[in-house]
């Protein structure tokens, strides 16, 4: 298992309802092959660039461990999800 570390960028105007079922189908994602050790919900920033006219976003840090397929799917989920804005994860270096 790799460690990661995702941040997720929501709308800045879906509801929070919304944003929260998306962000646990994709918790539920991670945790059935891997765990979340920390979530950083910074709310809502300025973006450094404006993005489909949009010039903030709801941003939310999380540090994983999961399996390369699992993240996979994580990205894909991601992808088609309408009320993300954007996304990244990137794996972190073994300590």
Same mark, same amino acid.
């Given at each position: 298992?790799?460690?990661? #570390? ?9 509801? /929070?309802?919304? +944003? *929260?079922?998306?962000?646990?189908? @994709? ?13 950083? #919900? ?9 993005? /489909?006219?949009? +010039? *903030?976003?709801?941003?939310?840090? @999380? ?27 990137? +794996?972190?270096?073994?300590?």
């Amino acid at each position: 298992m790799n460690k990661y #570390e995702g941040v997720f960028i929501f709308f800045p105007d879906v509801e /929070e309802e919304k +944003r *929260e079922q998306t962000f646990e189908r @994709v918790k539920g994602l991670i945790e059935k092959d891997g765990a979340i050790d920390e979530i950083d #919900e910074w709310g809502m920033k300025k973006l450094a660039y404006e993005i /489909e006219d949009y +010039r *903030e976003g709801y941003y939310r840090i @999380v540090r994983f461990s999961t399996t390369p397929d699992t993240l996979a799917e994580v990205d894909r989920v991601l992808r088609i999800s309408d009320p993300v804005m954007r996304h990244m994860m990137i +794996r972190l270096e073994d300590e």
